[in-house]
């Protein structure tokens, strides 16, 4: 008798289960948002009674003049208000809220009316097989300055690189994580709105589990307080981030740029019957950023295994 051949074993993807407590605190930074915010908790308190989640909403109000806590408070959705004497910052807010936040999932979104609230139910859903899901602003209906697409298209595609995965959204302002995943990389997380961009990078650069829900992106209620200059920050942000994480990403193509232009160099005055100091000179700044990396790399293994 020949032997019946057995099918093979399905497999599983390795992405384990963690024990989900659908429980949920909502923390939502508002700064000068008084005309609209009521709205939003209104519509942030009927998506999240849908979830079928235990939750709470915080509104940080971080040092507004127009009774943006005031009209938080009257919104009759039991949010509760914490106030910064003065403006310190998005990022800043973020963590307030995140310290008095009781329970250990933890959703951010904004006041400004840009982020809908029908994504959060998957959002959470999601959340049982990641440490963090973000809300990708890459919906059929994503209103997003044209003045402001570019930057955010370098960036994306930089951080993406130095990251070494796809990154759809950097720095979305609604997201869910885990508490734990914040306090983790706590002392890298500035008070500004790189918040967002340096949370990303550091789970995409320490391999945590990090999912994307599609969703679209609403023309912003209010004045936005995104100005030029933050593009500027976002990039330093990013190559400071990754060289923290990930130094041979940067140092690796630089050097190779210095060595293939000294070396270019050195071929033409090979051509002259002459060695010129620039061509050394490139050869020698490769080594050195070489050099320079590799110390890096040693030193951010040595502190992330303390």
Known sequence: MTATARPP????????????????????????EAGHIAEGLVALRSALEGSGWQFEILVIDDGSEDGTGEAAASSGTGARIVRHRRNRGYGAALKTGIDAARFDWVLITDADGTYPTEPIPELLRRGASNDMVVAARTGKAVRIPLVRRPAKWVLRILASY?????LPDINSGMRLMRKDLVERYRHLLPSGFSFTTTITLAAACNDHDVDYVSIDYNARLGQSKIRAWHAYEFTLLILRTVVFFNPLKVFIPLGSVAAMAGLAKFAYDVTQNNLSESAIFGLLTAMLLWG????????SRIAMNR
Do not use: H, M, T
């Not at 130095?162 to 796809?166: D, H, I």
């Not at 320079?292 to 030193?299: F, K, M």
């Open 9 to 32: 074993e399905p497999f599983e993807i390795d992405s384990p289960k963690r024990e989900l407590v659908p429980s949920v605190s909502v923390v939502v930074p508002a700064f000068n």
């Open 162 to 166: 130095l990251a070494g995965r796809s």
């Open 292 to 299: 320079v990396g590799l110390l890096a790399d040693q030193n």
